[in-house]
């Protein structure tokens, strides 16, 4: 599955990520590894992050566990250890949801989840600030699942531009309808970074080829049709739909909604390129903290669980997908550029 190289990257040398491919040490470490060997032990190209994660873990016939963390639950500080703790068991990408009072397609558990980070004075300044902070003491990707109404009353350019100054690797828009993406892709390409837009079970093929035409970085299959959320099973089209959308791109497939435990990970990953799992993060997050536990324990909660979801990705030889299609719908909404009270900061 071959995947697009974009320009060398304009960004500062402290965020500017070059491809690196780990020594003998850095293998046998796992994801862990992949910055453990020292400068000297690398070649580089650069590339944007995430294309580099990928292209890694197909070379190593590995899949990816994406965790999502809300950013500022419980708070900023605790969610820049959590980003780290998620690194140390071996994911190579974490989903961070910024903060939004009118989440788009989340469950329970995750809206609650945003409204005590608001709470707590979570905003988009903030999230970026602990990213800024966060960055340099962890190699894995980093990307932004952000309502445009927080981008919009930001501005595209400024917010694009801090994204990629603190270290942000690309976004997830899920309340972009794909007609009006055309303006905010050209400026994150303009960046370096990548963006990628949501494939629903309700998306016409048409759609969603036009849909992975205009992601980059990564597709972001939607399992099931709903909101986010803890399911006991896998929809049994899943392996179709993913067999279809390969047809149509060479862009990994991420595949998320409804994935809780090592099983499930297990079969998403037989089949696509990763995993993305947030409801039931997110509960053990809350769980932790609203059981009066500190900072410590909510982070060792998180990691034992992150490692156990995370064990099935490293155990994916020769399995990787060819070419990436994607076939199923866009849970992408209209935009929502006055709606809701957005964290903007």
Not at 53 to 62: A, D, M, P, S, V
């Amino acid at each position: 599955m071959a995947i697009s190289r974009r320009r060398p990257l304009t960004m500062p040398p402290k965020v500017i990520f070059s491809q690196r491919v780990p020594c003998a040490r850095g293998r046998a470490a796992g994801w862990r590894g992949f910055a453990a060997c020292g400068g000297g032990a690398y070649a580089a190209a650069r590339m944007n992050r995430i294309d580099a994660i990928f292209n890694h873990l197909r070379e190593q016939g590995q899949k990816a566990l994406m965790p999502f963390l809300t950013a500022g639950d419980p708070d900023m500080a605790t969610t820049a250890r959590l980003v780290e703790a998620v690194a140390q068991v071996g994911c190579p990408i974490c989903e961070l949801g910024f903060a939004f009072s009118d989440p788009i397609a989340d469950g329970p558990v995750i809206q609650e989840s945003m409204a005590r980070a608001l709470a707590a004075g979570a905003s988009a300044t903030a999230t970026f600030d602990m990213v800024e902070q966060v960055r340099p003491r962890v190699d894995i990707g980093i990307v932004a699942m952000v309502s445009y109404s927080i981008v919009h009353r930001w501005g595209v350019d400024r917010f694009v531009h801090r994204a990629r100054e603190v270290g942000v690797d690309g976004f997830i828009f899920p309340d972009m309808a794909i007609e009006q993406t055309d303006a905010i892709r050209q400026r994150v390409a303009d960046e370096g970074l990548i963006a990628s837009f949501l494939i629903a079970p309700t998306t016409p093929l048409e759609r969603a080829r036009r849909i992975a035409r205009a992601s980059s970085g990564f597709i972001y299959l939607v399992s099931r049709s709903g909101v986010t959320g803890e399911q006991a099973t896998l929809p049994p089209e899943l392996p179709d739909r993913i067999a279809a959308l390969r047809q149509e791109t060479d862009l990994p497939i991420a595949v998320g909604f409804g994935i809780a435990t090592a099983a499930q990970v297990a079969e998403v990953v037989s089949v696509a390129d990763a995993a993305i799992v947030g409801s039931s993060i997110v509960r053990r997050v809350a769980g932790s903290a609203c059981a009066g536990e500190g900072a410590d324990e909510v982070v060792r909660a998180v990691a034992d669980y992150t490692a156990e979801l995370a064990a099935p990705t490293r155990q994916q030889r020769n399995q990787v997908g060819g070419t990436g299609t994607v076939r199923a719908g866009s849970a992408e909404a209209r935009p929502v550029e006055g709606r809701g009270r957005a964290a903007d900061g």
